[in-house]
């Protein structure tokens, strides 16, 4: 049997996995335009964790969130004793700009995160978890029949209902852009890199690329601080 979470007449109260970056700050704002936003920012003993946390606590702090906005819960699921030591992510040295998206594949992420988030969720009551994969999105852990195949495993093993919602699975990250910009997503306190210099993008990594390349776009120029911004953001130079 699974047991459906009560609200009680409550506001819906949704987990989202919330690591500062672009995509992932943009759908706090957007599930917090329907109810109550639990960000959980999960640690793996990646490269760039640590900046993502400085300023996950700086963005959520803005004032755009304060209305819906729960504290931000830190899990850990790390990754380390079973990525080899010499895993890129691990060591901080990522693909460079013009390499391809799926050169970034780190094996199992979704599947850790959303197991780990779920058990979280059942024990506060929570049912929906929404994470951000794009159009587009090359792995195998980002596809609809992993969401919906894991989301019924975990309902059955915790015996509470998951239901993990993907808001921007037909969406372009210029799309993204646009739809956070229109919530006033404060983007100088956003990161999207693989490399950060302090709290700065590097300007060097793929997802760095992703991000110009997306603003460029857009027409709109990316406040965020850059370690290095390229010129030419077609070729990184």
């Known amino acids: 049997m699974v047991v459906e979470a009560s609200n009680d007449g409550q506001e819906r109260v949704t987990a989202v996995l919330c690591s500062a970056g672009l995509d992932s700050t943009v759908l706090v704002a957007h599930e917090g335009q329907d109810g109550a936003v639990q960000p959980v920012y999960i640690t793996a003993g990646l490269a760039w964790e640590h900046a993502e946390q400085q300023l996950a606590a700086r963005l959520l702090a803005a004032p755009i969130f304060k209305a819906y906005i729960r504290p931000l819960k830190l899990l850990e699921c790390p990754v380390d004793d079973i990525y080899p030591s010499a895993h890129w992510a691990l060591r901080g040295t990522p693909p460079t700009y013009t390499t391809p998206d799926s050169d970034v594949y780190l094996v199992g992420r979704n599947a850790l995160l959303l197991s780990k988030v779920a ?3 059942a024990l506060n009551r929570i049912s929906r978890i929404a994470i951000g994969p794009l159009a587009g999105n090359p792995f195998p852990d980002a596809t609809p029949d992993f969401f919906s195949a894991i989301a019924r495993a975990l309902s059955l093993g915790l015996d509470h209902r998951i239901n ?5 699975a037909k ?5 993204v852009i646009r739809v956070g910009n229109t919530l006033g997503v404060p983007w100088e306190l956003t990161l999207s890199c693989m490399n950060p210099v302090e709290l700065a993008h590097c300007g060097r990594c793929s997802k760095c690329r992703e991000r110009l390349q997306a603003f460029a776009v857009t027409g709109l120029v990316d406040p965020a601080p850059y370690d290095f911004r390229p010129e030419d953001v077609v070729s990184g130079r």
Do not use: A, N, R
């Open 164 to 168: 993990i919602v993907t808001p921007f």
């Open 171 to 175: 969406m372009k990250k210029e799309d």
């Open 119 to 121: 058990v979280y969720c």
